[in-house]
């Protein structure tokens, strides 16, 4: 019954908060399908982009001549195309969310699906940040990016959204 009413609570506020995010007077608009993938996520708690099955992996198994070692299992086999969603993450200036694809183990590209545009200077900061981070984490492989002179917000809501990327398509 307790799980049941937090679901409910979450599902409710959830909600409420996407409403407001599109009525809100200068609030980003997300694409059509990216508002529903970011609903749905916030709704369950889980991610609407799909993920590539994995192979089964074999349990841990001892080492030879009975010592303590054990060989390390293979982690799951990274997601490959895309594009794969971050998180949206929240600044005082408005979202920030990008989507990444992948070939192999490799970043192979970073696009901004929504950066902070509330204001003139923060669509200004954005348009001159988003380059550069983009560059940034593609040239690093990872989430591991230099902060924006003028665009910390925006810098590390970039990072904490491309990280969540990264770990839904197990490079992270």
Do not use: H
Request: zero cysteines.
């Amino acid at each position: 019954m307790r799980r049941a009413l937090l679901a409910v609570t979450g599902l409710a506020a959830g909600t409420t908060l996407l409403i407001s995010l599109k009525s809100a007077p200068g609030a980003s608009r997300l694409p059509d399908d990216l508002a529903a993938d970011l609903a749905a996520e916030r709704a369950t708690g889980r991610s609407a982009t799909p993920v590539a099955p994995t192979s089964p992996v074999p349990p841990k198994t001892r080492a030879p001549g009975g010592g303590g070692a054990t060989t390390p299992k293979p982690g799951p086999a990274p997601q490959v195309g895309g594009p794969i969603l971050g998180t949206a993450v929240l600044t005082p200036y408005g979202y920030v969310r990008v989507s990444i694809k992948v070939s192999g183990n490799r970043l192979t590209d970073v696009t901004a699906v929504q950066l902070p545009d509330s204001e003139a200077r923060s669509e200004r900061l954005s348009a001159r940040a988003g380059p550069i981070l983009r560059q940034s984490a593609l040239a690093a492989q990872s989430a591991d990016i230099d902060t924006v002179s003028g665009a910390t917000f925006t810098s590390e809501a970039y990072a904490e959204s491309l990280q969540s990327a990264l770990d839904k398509a197990k490079l992270g």
